[in-house]
């Protein structure tokens, strides 16, 4: 995986979810948990 990535969008996306009504802590675990399953695919 292209480590960088991941980096940059990750703020990005937790500020997206904190948006639709996400808390910042689940919406933290959210982005984590999705980048762990998309690592064991």
Known sequence: ?????P????????GVLVRR???????GDAVQESLIRALET
């Open 7 to 14: 980096r940059e969008l990750v703020p990005a996306v937790i």
């Open 21 to 27: 009504g996400a808390g910042f802590a689940s919406g």
């Open 1 to 5: 995986m292209n480590e960088p990535l």
